[in-house]
């Protein structure tokens, strides 16, 4: 993840445009703050959770185990990993706009969070789609254009998810914000896995939709006016509507991404997934 998307949890190792003064470690802060955080931390479970009993069945060798997996895996695993992706770059826009500081830690916690949950969808894509895509495990991964921008995605967050800490932002000083810009393919690469299945259509409409806000706020310009009059309590009235704006354009993206999960995500719980 770039700097501005992937700092670690020390924030005084460097964040663009960031307060000179140093940031209270988190266990030092009031318990309210850490409880937040912690449960924010804990919708990284979500995915895992919607899974556990199809993946217990298909381990287990019981019957349609496997089918019900590979039948989930795509929907429910592939929801999860956006909607964390997404979270994770909106930990910048929050703060530019808000000043809030206590919720960057999550942006290393997500983008490492979605890197397992990428890595799982494609161990059991790779494992359970033969039906699908009949032709071996190449085929699985990267049989059609779609499947191997999936792939190349969950291998780009592979870079990114490992050196997302500080020992390895010392050691590769200042290639690390290079290499952590790998965030933005990363980012094109969903898009066009999304672009490829669906056209331009439905969810990828969804995912241009709550890229767009995402994206203005990383305008530099822009948010060094943001930041600029948020600091000098100016301009009070334009920046609430253009937030006003801009949130209610990143709500109508990702709410249809947040009404998928659940309805994948009931199904593949209950075991009951839709095998269309
Ligand atoms: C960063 C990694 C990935 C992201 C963000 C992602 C995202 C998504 C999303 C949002 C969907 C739509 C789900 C729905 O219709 O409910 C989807 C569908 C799909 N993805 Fe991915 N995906 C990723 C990786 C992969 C990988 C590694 C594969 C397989 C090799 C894959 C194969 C598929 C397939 C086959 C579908 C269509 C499922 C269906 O409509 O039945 N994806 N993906």
Do not use: C
Request: glycine content about 8%; overall charge positive.
């Amino acid at each position: 993840m770039p700097p501005e998307d992937a700092g670690p949890a020390d924030e005084s190792l460097g964040q663009l445009g960031a307060p000179p003064h140093r940031i209270p470690a988190l266990e030092n802060r009031h318990w309210s703050y850490r409880a937040i955080v912690w449960s924010f931390r804990a919708l990284l479970l979500v995915p895992f959770i919607l899974m556990g009993p199809e993946i217990i069945s298909a381990v287990s060798g019981r019957p349609r185990g496997f089918a019900n997996l590979g039948s989930s895996v795509a929907d429910v695993l592939g929801t999860s990993i956006f909607v964390i992706f997404i979270m994770m770059l909106a930990v910048t826009p929050v703060q530019t706009m808000t000043g809030w500081r206590w919720h960057v830690v999550l942006r290393r916690d997500y983008g490492v969070g979605m890197f397992v949950v990428a890595a799982t969808d494609l161990t059991i894509a790779a494992i359970t789609t033969g039906d699908t895509f009949p032709g071996g495990f190449f085929s699985r991964v990267g049989g059609h254009a779609f499947l191997f921008a999936g792939t190349l995605s969950t291998l780009l967050a592979l870079p990114l998810a490992v050196t997302a800490n500080r020992r390895a932002r010392r050691w590769l000083g200042r290639y690390w914000k290079w290499l952590h810009r790998l965030t933005y393919v990363l980012w094109v690469s969903i898009l066009i896995h999304l672009l490829l299945l669906f056209g331009l259509r439905a969810l990828f409409l969804d995912a241009a939709l709550v890229s767009l806000p995402l994206a203005v706020l990383r305008l530099p310009a822009l948010r060094r006016w943001w930041e600029s009059s948020r600091r000098a309590k100016t301009h009070f009235v334009a920046r609430w509507i253009a937030a006003v704006a801009l949130v209610s354009v990143f709500v109508a993206g990702y709410a249809p991404f947040a009404r998928e999960l659940a309805k994948k995500g009931v199904p593949a719980f209950t075991q009951r997934p839709s095998h269309d």
